[in-house]
């Protein structure tokens, strides 16, 4: 019913920079949060970056000042502007968004994941 698609990840080296991309489509009313995720190899999956529609952000730790994440709400599309990257973000990046559908339910969606790799 609703389908997340991302787009923009690679291989860079460190000190690079790199855009992911997530365009939700479907049956949608609204999306109240949109947002990056990410798991490493044996780690956990982590909170990268949100924003609600209201424009409120939220950005771990480990990333803040470095990626920058933004909304074009007309295009129920989400942004992640990485910079500065380092071994340490490589990971598989993955896109959520908590959607209302115009059935009236609420839920989180996820986009199956795009590859961030840091090496030189």
């Known amino acids: 019913q609703v389908q997340l698609v991302e787009s923009g990840g690679g291989l860079v080296q460190p000190g690079g920079s790199l855009r992911l991309s997530c365009a939700a489509s479907g049956r949608i009313f609204s999306i109240y949060n949109m947002g990056w995720y990410r798991q490493a190899p044996g780690k956990q999956r982590e909170l990268v970056a949100a924003k609600t529609s209201g424009g409120s952000t939220n950005y771990a730790d480990s990333v803040k000042g470095r990626f920058t994440i933004s909304r074009d709400n007309a295009k129920n599309t989400v942004y992640l502007q990485m910079d500065s990257l380092k071994p340490e973000d490589t990971a598989v990046y993955y896109c959520?968004?908590?959607?209302?559908?115009?059935?009236?339910?609420?839920?989180?969606?996820w986009g199956q994941g795009t590859q961030v790799t840091v090496s030189s």
């Open positions: 959520n968004a908590g959607v209302s559908t115009i059935w009236g339910q609420s839920r989180d969606y």
